[in-house]
C-alpha cells in the first residue's frame, strides 16, 4: 500500500483505500486503537470513494498522537483541495493540536496564502485564538516575515474587537523581529493593533527602547507619540528603560519628543532618567546628562525618599558613576534625603555594616585565648 502515494502526499490520500480493499480482499480501515487514524495508514486517491471517507466525521476528526487531524496536515502540506472537502466535516476547522495550533496557525506557519484565505471563510473567529506559545495567526505571519498573509488576516480583525486577540501582539511581533514594514503596514492597515499592551504592561515604544531598535523607536514615537509617556505596570516609561539598560541613542530619540524631562518621573519611586541611570550603573548615560546643559535641572533632585541620583549611586555602589556625579560641582555633595543622610552618611552606615560582623567574628575568635591566659593571683607567695 506504500506504494500508492509518497509521504506526506496528502492530496492522494482519498482513492488509496478503495484499490487497496479491492486488491488485498481486507477491510478499508484498520482498527484505530491500534494504528492511529485511517488518514494516516491509507494516504489515498481521489475517487468514488471521496465522500464517504471525507464526510465520515468519526474518522475525519480523528487526531493522532500529536493531536493533528487530517486538516492539519492538510494545511501543513498546503494541500487546498483536500483540505476543500475535509472542511465538509463540522467542527473539524476549529480543532487544535496539542501544541494548540488550529489548521488556520499550521497554514500561516507554512505560508500558504490561499489556504489561509479559504480557512478563514469557514472560521474567521480563529484569527484571535492563540496556541499553546501564546501566539495567533497574526503574530506567526509577523514571524514568518510573510507580509502578504499579515494584510489578509488584519482583514479578517474586526477593528472593534482587537482587544479580543489572544496572546502576544503581532505589533511586539514585528518590534521583536525588527519588522519595520509590518510595522508600517499594520499602522496602515489597522491602528488598534498598537494600542495592546504585553504581560507587563508595556506599549510598543516599550520593546524598541529596551532591545535599542532605533529604526522602530523612530517610527513609533512619531506615530504614536502618547506612547512616549505611558507606564508599564513597573511604573516605568520607555526613556526609563532605556536608562536601565544603558541605550544611549534610544534616550537621544526619545528625549527630542519631551520639551521638559524634569517632568518624565518613574510612577513609583518618583524618579527621573538620572536617578534610574545612576542607580543601575550606566556610566555613560550619566556622563552624557551631565554633559547636557539642557538637562542639569535632574542633578540634584529628590525622589519619594528623599534620595537624589548621588545617594542612589551610592546605595547601590556604582563606583564609575559615584567618581563622574562627585568630580562635577554642581552635585550638592550635602543634601539629605528623608533619612537625614548624606551620601557620605550613607557610605558611613555601608561601612559599619560590613565592619559589625567582622568585629563579630575577631571578638569570637580571641574568647578561647583569653580563656586560656593565667590569672593573676594575689597575695603571699607559697615561697614567700
Known amino acids: 500500500m506504500a506504494g500508492e502515494s509518497g509521504e ?68 501543513r502540506a498546503g494541500k487546498i483541495h483536500t483540505a476543500k472537502l475535509l472542511l465538509d466535516s463540522d467542527g473539524i476547522v476549529g480543532m487544535a493540536n496539542n501544541a494548540g495550533n488550529t489548521a488556520l496557525h499550521e497554514a500561516v506557519k507554512n505560508s500558504h496564502y490561499e489556504l489561509t484565505r479559504m480557512l478563514l471563510n469557514r472560521g474567521s473567529n480563529l484569527v484571535y485564538e492563540e496556541n499553546r506559545e501564546r501566539k495567533c495567526p497574526l503574530y506567526l505571519a509577523v514571524e514568518m516575515g510573510d507580509l502578504r498573509s499579515l494584510v489578509l488576516l488584519m ?7 482587537v482587544s479580543l486577540l489572544e496572546g502576544m501582539s503581532p505589533v511586539h511581533g514585528a518590534v521583536m523581529h525588527e519588522r519595520i514594514e509590518m510595522l508600517k503596514e499594520m499602522s496602515k492597515q489597522k491602528k488598534e493593533l498598537f494600542y495592546l499592551s504585553d504581560v507587563g504592561g508595556g506599549t510598543p515604544l516599550h520593546l524598541p527602547a529596551y ?22 505596570k513597573e511604573g516605568y516609561l520607555p526613556i526609563h528603560i532605556a536608562c536601565k539598560m544603558g541605550h544611549l541613542e534610544t534616550i ?16 513609583k519611586e518618583g524618579q527621573n ?33 528623599g534620595n537624589t541620583p548621588l545617594h542612589l549611586a551610592t546605595l547601590q555602589w556604582q563606583p564609575e558613576v559615584l567618581l563622574s556625579l562627585t568630580r562635577d560641582n554642581r552635585v550638592d555633595l550635602k543634601l539629605v534625603n528623608n533619612g537625614n543622610l548624606t ?13 559589625a560582623p567582622l568585629q ?24 614567700g
Open 343 to 355: 551620601a557620605l552618611d550613607i557610605v558611613d552606615e555601608q561601612l559599619k555594616k560590613v565592619d
Open 8 to 75: 506526506g502526499d496528502v492530496d492522494n490520500f482519498i482513492e488509496a483505500p478503495g484499490k487497496y480493499s479491492a486488491e488485498e480482499r481486507g477491510p478499508l480501515v484498520r482498527d484505530y486503537k491500534r494504528t492511529g487514524p485511517f488518514w494516516e495508514i491509507v494516504p489515498p486517491h481521489r475517487s468514488r470513494h471521496q465522500e464517504w471517507l471525507i464526510r465520515d466525521m468519526r474518522r475525519t476528526t480523528k487526531a493522532n498522537f500529536q493531536g493533528d487531524t487530517a486538516l492539519h496536515v492538510a494545511a
Open 155 to 161: 482583514e479578517a480583525v474586526d477593528g472593534e474587537k
Open 211 to 232: 532591545a535599542n531598535y532605533i529604526d522602530g523607536v523612530k517610527f513609533l514615537v512619531n506615530e504614536f507619540t502618547s506612547s512616549a509617556v505611558e507606564y508599564d
Open 360 to 383: 563579630q567574628k575577631q571578638r569570637q575568635s580571641n574568647l578561647p585565648i583569653k580563656r586560656l591566659r593565667p590569672r593573676k593571683r594575689f597575695g603571699a607567695s607559697r615561697f
Open 273 to 305: 532618567i538620572l536617578h534610574v541611570a545612576a542607580k543601575y550603573g550606566r556610566a555613560s548615560i550619566v556622563k552624557y546628562i551631565l554633559g547636557n546643559l539642557e538637562l542639569e535641572k535632574l542633578i540634584n533632585v529628590k525622589d519619594k525618599e
Open 252 to 267: 537621544k530619540e526619545l528625549i527630542q519628543h519631551w520639551p521638559f524631562p524634569e517632568e518624565l518621573l518613574n510612577f
